[in-house]
């Protein structure tokens, strides 16, 4: 199953590879002619323009020394890697306006960089130089939010070279603007705001997430709040949110990065969870754990070398993708409820953090899917992990109310709606316990229907289950809250009050008053009174059980029936009261 899993998810990976490598090919500025970049007198607002690259495998070269290397034909967007740590870009750029013209580049992505240098060039002669080291706790007057912008004046008819050194500390990846001043001003007003709202609705989940926890109180809620907590932190320090809001670049913040190797640990503990692996799958359970352990292990690394545990961790994370969709396929064949849903929020994942990692890997142009890869996919499957809890709460509980429901029919008499013996059975010594502990008094009575076998025979069983309906009725109305109201089977019925000996007496008139003048009108139109007789007695606190109890208001029914029926007796220590 896992091998047909892996099977369907590489030729995902493959299709998505095709698409990004005919991207890349139909947009290869390779093609283009005339590699310069050509500012004329209208609007400059240039987010897709031809430059070139070089990677600096030294880490160590001069301007000098790269002006004279070979460039690599690229576009304005650049992803390379883990192997291009110092990599410099090249732009050409030619005022053909009438007049000068102040430009200003873009760095967008400049947040996730150690540092990155600026040189602006005329025929191979340095003009001016701007240095931004942000692994350094310093101003960056260069920096606005997580963009660092450079400006430059260009003269009419003339042409000027800008390089930009960038040194990165993991995964090469930055993308390049050319604005003139009011697009420049437009740019950063709006730079960060729609990666701001994504962080905002991660937030508003977890908000529903401890609404959730404070409901169910499982531990998967709190699995689903730390995937939460990191995916936000990655998707802040991925796009800048930190930086754009707060003025905190990613060097300062670098250890968060291993939030990259967090974040799948809790999606995979959540699965483990949610579909009880360990105890109902343990194939898949194993594939889990082992993942688990591969991505604790480089999360467990990073605490010592961030940077040398983020190299291998797209990777791990590719590797993850797989096993997880894997395993949530099998156990979808296999019958589980939740995995379908699991499977389907996870598919979007993946599409979309797939084609993130082929981004970062350098396998494919920027576009405003992969670039944003990771965010999309983080909150698509968080969303869907949202669903699935409230999903599992709802059956939850609804197996708890019918649980409830079936407890209560075990414990009910299904004709007269009163408790049961085995209810009686199970309540009566909590009910002892607890009147040792407090003192309170419990009285009981046993009630017998006068003649009830004479009236089944007389008027037949519909009448006699009418008789019975009724005088339930009867002590429904003359029971309080706290008072235990049971069938003991036939016509015998026991009432346990909370109360002494001399008030249950007076109850039990009551109810034997109240049945006397009880008219039961029969499908004739016949009238039919009928009578009960009572036997009461009080429930001692120093004893073990109800038998002593059931015994005396036994006796006692008995000696009212002996009196000529329809009499309330009351037996205190063996005697008639």
Known sequence: MLTRAVSLLTRIMLLLMCASASSLWASEPGQIADRTIEVGEGDVALTEFATGYFVDPSQQMSLAEVQLQDFIPGGSSITLGTNAKTTWSRLEVHNTASHSRRLFIHHPHAYHLQSINFYETRQNELLSQADIHLDRDESHPMMFGGSAVYAFDIAAGERKTIYIKNVTFSHQWYSLALYDEEHSKRALVGSGNYMALLVGMMLALMIYNFFLYLSARKVENVVYALYL????????????????????????????????????????LFMMLIFETRRRYPREHLALSLMLTLLVADFIYSLFDVVGALKPASSLAAMMMVVTFGVSLSLWRKGEPLAKYFLLGHSMFIIFNMSAVFYYKGLSQANQINSHGVGIGILLEALMMAFILSYRIKTLEQLKAKQGELKRQANTDPMTHLFNRRYFDVTSPLLLTEAKATGAHWTLLIIDIDNFKSINDTYGHHVGDLVIIEFAAVLKQNQRPQDIACRFGGDEFVLLLNCNLDNATRIAERIRANTERLPITTQEGEKLHFTVSIGVHPVSSSADNMQEALQGADAALYESKGLGRNKVVSRLNGSAA
């Open 229 to 268: 907590i990191s995916g936000t932190i990655w998707v802040g320090l991925s796009y800048g949110v930190a930086a754009n809001f707060l003025g905190v670049y990613s060097a300062a913040l670098l250890q968060l990065n291993s939030n990259l190797l967090s974040m799948p640990s809790f999606l995979v």
